[in-house]
């Protein structure tokens, strides 16, 4: 087969396979460090206790996290015999794919120019056997360059995004750089999500704005866009993360659990 034969045929597994995904949602942020793939697999978890049919795509490619927040490092994706990829299937709640799972090592670096990124992210979308889908729940990785204006641009029209801040200044004027990038591509912006909203102390129960409070709430005012929810701190999610556990798994009756309900309430109201 040569080039051209393989493009035709990569641009056309990419249209049936978009066409079998009812809903696609990209997680952005313009701010590295505010647990944004942490917010997008318990939103991916969320969506599929709720019933749906659910994929979670990491396009982090120089830091993915989905594989250890999963617990899934040493999976790896088998082949078929027409070279598409498998999903890793989680638990039989979610397909996953990221590039952490091809990397021979966790501590390989992947140093690649956007061409490269680009045509991953695009083999991510046509190649890997995705089958029907409620949602396809895209991890991208800080900022506005290659990976979130090549699956922008990939995607196309009904995409939708959610953007994730933490409360202080230094991040929510990163995340209002977001809202113009999705605004500048015609991406729908479903709503922002407040991580590490405030600390509530477990035997006091007295509550700690450790970050500071209201960037959420901010972001509402000043862009014009929905405040989803506002997830607290809780020492738990760290411990299942590095546990490879996904937080709503463990503590589904938690303050953070009950956040995370709101956020997903819009979701599940989407049209295809």
């Given amino acids: 087969m040569n080039q051209s034969e393989k493009d035709e045929l990569s641009a056309k597994r990419l249209q049936e396979n978009l066409s079998k995904i009812k809903n696609t949602i990209l997680v952005l942020s313009g701010k590295g460090g505010v647990g944004k793939s942490t917010v997008a697999t318990n939103i991916a978890i969320s969506l ?13 490619i120089h830091g993915p996290s989905i594989p250890i927040i999963l617990g899934m490092e040493n999976e790896k994706p088998q082949a078929t015999s027409e070279e598409e990829i498998i999903p890793i299937n989680y638990q039989d709640m979610l397909k996953v794919i990221s590039i952490g799972f ?14 490269l990124k680009h045509g991953v992210i695009r083999q991510f979308l046509s190649d ?33 995004a959610v953007l994730v801040t933490t ?16 605004r500048q591509l ?4 479903i709503g922002v999500v407040e991580n590490m909203a405030g600390f509530v102390c477990p035997k006091c129960g007295k ?18 866009v929905k405040l989803l929810g506002s997830i607290p701190i809780d020492p738990a999610i760290v411990e299942t993360t590095d546990d490879g556990i996904p937080y709503l798994l463990k503590y589904d009756a938690s303050p953070a659990s009950q ?14």
């Fill in 259 to 272: 956040e995370f309900a709101k956020v997903i309430k819009p979701l599940l109201t989407l049209d295809k």
């Fill in 207 to 224: 509550e700690t704005k450790i970050f500071k409070s209201g960037g959420g709430k901010y972001l509402e005012d000043k862009m014009n």
């Fill in 102 to 115: 091809l990397l021979d090592s966790q501590s390989d670096a992947v140093i690649w120019r956007g061409p």
């Fill in 186 to 189: 015609n991406l729908e912006i």
């Fill in 167 to 182: 409360p202080q200044k230094v991040s929510t004027e990163d995340v209002r750089k977001s809202i113009t990038f999705c």
């Fill in 48 to 60: 599929a206790k709720a019933g749906k049919k659910v994929g979670l795509m990491d396009i982090d």
């Fill in 128 to 160: 890997v056997k995705w089958g029907e889908l409620d949602y396809l729940i895209v991890d991208s990785p800080p900022g506005t360059g290659d990976e979130p204006l090549s699956i922008a641009q990939m995607l196309g029209k009904g995409a939708k």
